[in-house]
């Protein structure tokens, strides 16, 4: 069974729920509510200038206008880093507490609120706290001894910050160090004995300066000395000591030392930066005196933390100085002798001469000659290259003079002459000389001819001699010359040997034909159906870029690269479409492009099309002829079937006769009998022919033969009948008669004669006229 709950129990649980009704009221309330911030400002209290020790108050107010609870942020800012925050839902101020300001708490100070998504930041305000904690310094010991170490402590307990503690020994700077905290500790050792004053100060860093304080008070500190010390002796004493004496030097304890402090005690001798004897109570250095142990000799005494020291300078005069190696020539060539001396300038007189100074000669470190009295070596410079030193010596006293390196120079090779680039006829262009052996500086000369035209000189081994060039003509460039010289003798190159590129010419186009074969520079008349050659030479370096061209053509129509100067474009069977002006353009390796002249090429017509055309005229015009004799012959045989041949006689001048002129071979002219025919007359005049005869043959199977005959009649002066005009007149006769048998053969078909008189003269007709075998003998004999 269910007990029933406690009382306490659901009590409880209405608490429970009724604290999360209220606060999800609050949260709907919250983001429900509007609100608007107006202002935020800061203020400091009681002053933006305070002294060190004061209560400062930061207030921040914020005045909002809202329609319900707000939940604030607050955030205050020091030199724009966040140094306190809250969050609020009352309308309160924020105060924010310095409690006795130190001069770290001095800076820029500002307020922001942060409304849900808005915010606003008030404007700044500086704090500024002066005065600075006097520091105070403390020591472990006051009194001590040589070589103890002292603790020293400076403070400022009231400050903060980021703070510089300076440490300071007799007015002189001992330490420095930069700490977070209001205090710092070192420690120092006092080797000298004697009374010391100390104190300290410190400086409060705020970026971009910085404050700092008053002196701390001044400590004294009592140094008591220890009753050793180091001494140093020299023997033989005084400045008298010369090179090649003997050099001892002694360094011992001065005092009494207690059994503890023994076993601690240290003795060096040291001079410079080497230690020369090291020992517990002496050190000891012996030596043969030489110059360059002339100089400070240091003893030390090292006990714990004790450190004492006695120096001795000590002077040692040269028995004879340093030798110095010397070359003469100064500079010597491959294979060319040279001297090397070696000498002490100066020499003690009370202890040598200079007899007994003996020099040797090393190279390399191998001995070349010893024992030489005058210093002076001679060598040929076969392999000179290297390093070279001497060594003098007296009393068993040896010095080395400073090494001495030789490089022979070299001389010159023979100069390399070349061009650089292309070499082109009348442009500049350059040439190098150069040698690959000898020694620098080397002086190149450019020759042309022999003659100097140009120098330079070559002081670095990656410099060059570049001369500018320019030649005129193809055969110059053997003329150039380089020489090169380093020494006494010159060396020359060979002649300059290069390709020379000639600029081309202006071309000279020619034009022929299989026609003719002699060319042509101005035009060309060729007929058709003929080849052409068009021909165009130029001057100059191959290979040479042709291209030819042909008026109202942009591009070229042809265009080749030759090993020659001369190109030849063959157009084969022309045609009237080549006609033209043709011209071609000339390019090589100069890159100057030359045109030639043009040539006009004119295409006429082949003769056998002009025969062709003229023979198709004669055929055209004598079927238009053939044609119209068949028509007005067409037309005359209807008229003669209807009408008769009318003949109107003229009167000749002489013997009143008409002439007839029959053009046939077989026919002749007769004088016929004057007579009269009268208007509308006709007169027929029928040839019988024998049956079976050739003419019958003939006749029956072709068509009778049309000749035109041109008679010629007197104008008789009265004509009858029919008018007539004064002078000549023409009669065309149409004899129709067999190419065989006798003019005077009968047949059905007569003689026909057509008669039409010049001028306005009316027609003629004549009809076949009737001929009788007994008029035959009336017709007179032919006349040629």
Known sequence: MWEPQKPSLRMGTHLLLLTATLLSTCQVTESQALFTIKNVSLTIEPDNVVFRGTNVTLRCQTIVSSSGILKREYSIYKDNVVVYTDTRTTPEDLLYPLPLTRVADTGKYKCQVTIQDQQQISSVKKLTVTGLQTPVLHLNKGV??????????????????????????????????????????????????????????????????????NHSNSVVVTVKELLISPVISVEPSGSRIIEGDFLKIVCSVSGRLSPNHSSKLKILLTKGQDVLSAGQTRANYSVRAM???????????????IDKRATEHVIIKELFSKPVLAMEPKEVFEMEEFNLTCKSSNYSSDR??????????????????????????????????????????????????????????????????????????????????????????IYYTLLRKNSAINQTAVW?????????????????????????????????????????????????????????????????????????????????????????????????????????????YQIEKVDYKNSGIYYCEANNSAQNIVRSQA???????????????????????????????????????????????????????????????????????????????????????????DPGSDLESITSNNEPDVEY??????????????????????????????????????????????????GDQPEVYCAPLEVNHHDLNDIPAPVE
């Open 599 to 689: 040539v006009t090429v004119d295409v006429k017509m082949a003769k056998w099309k002009k025969v062709l055309i003229g023979a198709c005229c004669l055929l055209v015009g004598a079927v238009l002829v053939l044609g119209c004799v068949l028509f007005f012959k067409s037309k005359r045989g209807k008229r003669d079937n209807v009408a008769e041949l009318s003949v109107k006689p003229s009167s000749p001048k002489s013997d009143d006769s008409l002439t007839v002129s029959l053009t046939h071979d077989t026919m002749e002219v007769y004088k016929l009998p004057k007579g009269e025919v009268e208007a509308g007359g006709s007169v027929w005049s029928e040839m019988p022919v």
């Open 144 to 213: 001590v001894n040589e070589g103890e170490d002292v603790i020293l402590r400076c403070s400022a307990p009231e400050e903060t910050g980021s703070i510089i503690f300076y440490f300071y020994k007799d007015t002189k700077d001992l330490h420095e160090e930069t700490v977070n905290t209001n205090h710092v500790e070192f420690t120092h050792r006092f080797d000298r004995s004697g009374v010391h004053r100390l104190h300290c100060d410190y400086r409060v860093i705020l970026l971009p300066d910085s404050v700092r304080s």
């Open 460 to 568: 670095e081994s990656h410099r060059e001699a570049i001369f500018p060039v320019t030649i005129q003509h193809r055969s110059d460039i053997q003329d150039y010359k380089c020489r090169a010289k380093n020494h006494q003798d010159n060396m020359d190159s060979n002649s300059l040997n290069t390709s020379v590129t000639v600029p081309l010419s202006s071309p000279e186009l020619g034009v022929s034909s299989d026609l003719l074969a002699t060319q042509s520079f101005i035009s060309l008349d060729v007929p058709e159906g003929y080849d052409i050659y068009l021909v165009c030479s130029v001057q100059g370096s191959y290979p040479v870029s042709f291209k030819w061209y042909r008026d109202g053509t942009a591009m070229p129509i042809l265009t080749r690269t030759l090993t020659q100067t001369t190109d030849v």
């Open 291 to 305: 110059a360059e142990h002339s100089g400070a000799f240091e003893c030390v005494l090292q006990m714990g933390n």
């Open 709 to 758: 005959t041109e008679v010629v009649h007197p104008q008789p002066e009265d004509s009858v009948r029919v008018p007539l005009k004064t002078g000549a007149e023409t009669v065309y006769s149409e004899v129709q008669s067999s190419p065989t048998g006798p003019p005077y053969d009968h047949h059905d078909y007569g003689s026909v004669e057509y008669a039409d008189l010049n």
């Open 352 to 441: 040598i001469s200079m007899s007994d100074l003996k020099y040797s000669f090393y190279k390399d470190d191998n001995l070349l000659a010893a024992g030489s009295v005058n210093g002076i070596y001679i060598l040929k410079a076969q392999n000179p290259n290297g390093n070279y030193f001497c060594k003098a010596e007296a009393m068993m006293v040896s010095k080395f003079s400073e090494k001495l390196t030789v490089r022979a120079k070299v001389l010159v090779s023979k100069p390399e002459i070349k061009a650089i680039g292309r070499v082109i006829v009348g442009k500049l262009f350059q040439v190098r000389c150069h040698s690959d052996r000898g020694s620098l500086p």
